[in-house]
């Protein structure tokens, strides 16, 4: 198998094309910034991309990465109590874990491997396309931080 070496920013613009939208120097910021930093919140990649792009805004952040969720190039998730979060990782049905106490979220792969993975015992006659499951609990560091205001009264 032969693989291209092209530049990684080669390899997105070919993405942002192959996904029927024109290459803007917007486009590429964004979609590297979510690479870099997945699961970030329109106020991040903004954050992330307003020194490359004086000119931004963030309105035109979320019209990028509207343009990106419409043309299946990136992955929209709304946690409770969370804004919308962007990712790349796309159409492998995986799911995410979110920490009840510090908002951390992770990926976690598919359940079962494909969607829909959990299947309702009643669809209304409704063909099922998709799950969307996030796992809720407590990350590590604040699993460690309970446990020791435990110990300490
Ligand atoms: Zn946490
Ligand atoms: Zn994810």
Do not use: W
Request: charged fraction near 15%; glycine fraction near 6%.
């Amino acid at each position: 198998m032969t693989q291209l070496d092209l530049p990684a920013s080669a390899t997105l613009a070919d993405s942002v094309r192959a996904a029927g939208l024109k290459v803007t120097s917007p486009r590429l910021a964004v979609l590297t910034m979510l690479q870099n930093a997945p699961h970030s919140s329109a106020e991040d990649v903004f954050a992330g991309v307003r020194n490359e792009l004086p000119g931004t805004s963030v309105q035109a952040v979320y019209g990028v990465l509207a343009a990106f969720t419409a043309a299946g190039l990136v992955r929209r998730i709304d946690p409770a109590n969370s804004p919308a979060l962007f990712e790349c990782r796309v159409g492998d049905n995986h799911h995410h874990i979110l920490c009840v106490s510090c908002g951390e979220l992770k990926d976690v792969d598919c359940v079962i491997g494909a969607a829909p993975c959990l299947a309702p015992s009643d669809t209304s006659g409704f063909t099922v396309y998709a799950a969307e499951v996030t796992f809720t609990g407590l990350c590590e560091p604040c699993n460690k931080q309970l446990a020791l205001e435990d110990s300490a009264e």
